[in-house]
Structures are given as C-alpha cells and as structure tokens.
C-alpha cells in the first residue's frame, strides 16, 4: 500500500471554478508535507510547505490544509485558471530526512 | 542562479549501452538524489547523496550507479540498459537538514527510451 494517497487520480474543471485535492498519509514521525506543482514535461516545483503546527497556508489562489491527526492534507484551487493545468504532487517528508511521494492529482483546466 | 541542471533532456539508447546522466546544481546543497517518474506512479528514490564521497541506495538501486566527487555534481550510471529503465529521471538537490523547511529542487527531467 502506497504511503501517500491522493485523490481524485484526475479531474477536468473548468475555468473559473474551484478545485480541492486530497492527500492522505501514513508515514511517521511526520516532519513536513509539500504540495509540488508539476507542469507537463517539467520538473515538479514547490507550492506550500505545511509543518505539524499549521493548519492552513495559502500562496496566491493556491490554499493548503493539514490536519496532522488523521493524517490529511488538502490543496485547494481557487478560481482555476488555464495555466493550473497540470499534476499536483503530495510528498512528505518525515524520519531522517526521507520523502513519500504520491502519484499526484492531474487537473485539467479547460475554457 | 541555475539551480539544479540536468542533461541530456531527452536520450534514445539500444539495450545493453551503457550511459551517464549528469546533474548539477548551484545551490550549495548537501543532498542530492535521483528519482524515476513512471506513468501512473510516484517518484521513486533511485539513488541518493548526503555529501561529497557519500551515496547510498534508494527504492529502486538496480541497475544504477551513482558518484559523488563534488558537492556541485551528482551523474547517474546505466550499466547496461534495458527496456525496462525507460522513463523519466529526475535529478534533485537539497540542504541536508533536520529542520523543517528542507525543500527539494528538481531539476527538468531526463526522458530515457531504451529500446
């Protein structure tokens, strides 16, 4: 079983419209969790960081939760552009230094 | 400031050649590691870097070799090539920390065919 699941495996919205991505984890000890943006035929980039103690991070129309409790994270897109087409990547890092990646959301954002 | 710089961007290799990716970053960072990029899976740990003269094995170590002379410089080796190694190959690079915000740069990716 995959240490990082994330959900919807894909998803097609349209412009303007709002979005939420999950991740779910098991690793432990937990140190950090980012969400990678990964544009097609590039290498993934960093959007958040969310550390045990934060709840809520937002980086422009990008808005990350974490409930470090049950394990969960989300990413949630707010009035979705074209540019937001891409894979969204959960990876968490935890231990000495190890990351869990998951397989990623993949948004598609047409007109 | 280039960041993490991987070449070549795409290759096309014959079962059995052998090849060097090569990945460099500017960045100062400690750790460095490779990954594999699979349709409909996660990242995969290849091999990884904490230092200059130290390498150890990730997930998915077979078939690869790794080097690490420099702090700057991070090649990943097939030995032998085979089918099975296509894929897309990230090259990434980090401070080695305990701290939290250990944030890992990717670089552009290597797409290997193997036929």
């Known amino acids: 079983k995959n240490q990082v699941e994330q959900s919807p495996q894909s998803l097609i919205i349209l412009e303007g419209k709002n979005c939420t991505l999950q991740?779910?984890?098991?690793?432990?000890?937990?140190?950090?969790l980012r969400w990678y943006k990964q544009d097609t035929g590039r290498g993934p980039v960093s959007l958040t960081i969310?550390?045990?103690?934060?709840n809520t991070k937002s980086n422009g129309r990008y808005t990350a939760t974490l409930d470090a409790d049950t394990k969960q994270s989300s990413l949630h897109i707010t009035a979705s552009q074209l540019s937001d087409s891409a894979s969204y990547i959960c990876?968490?890092?935890?231990?000495?230094?190890?990351?869990?990646f998951g397989k990623g959301n993949q948004v598609v954002v047409i007109p | 400031n280039a960041g993490v710089t991987q070449t070549p961007k795409f290759q096309v290799l014959k079962t059995g050649q052998s090849m060097t990716l090569q990945c460099a970053q500017d960045?100062?960072?400690?750790?460095m590691s490779w990954y594999r990029q699979d349709p409909g899976m996660g990242l995969r740990l290849i091999h990884y870097s904490v230092g200059a003269g130290i390498t150890d094995q990730g997930e998915v170590p077979n078939g690869y070799n790794v080097s690490r002379s420099t702090t700057e410089d991070f090649p990943l080796r097939l030995l032998s090539a085979a089918p099975s190694q296509t894929s897309v190959y990230f090259c990434?690079?980090?401070?080695?920390?305990?701290?939290?915000?250990?944030?890992?740069?990717f670089g552009q990716g290597t797409r290997l065919t193997v036929v």
């Open positions: 990876v968490v890092r935890y231990g000495n230094n190890r990351l869990a």
């Open positions: 960045m100062n960072h400690e750790y």
């Open positions: 990434a690079s980090s401070y080695r920390s305990a701290g939290l915000d250990t944030e890992a740069f």
């Open positions: 991740c779910n984890y098991t690793v432990s000890p937990f140190s950090n």
């Open positions: 969310m550390t045990f103690s934060e």
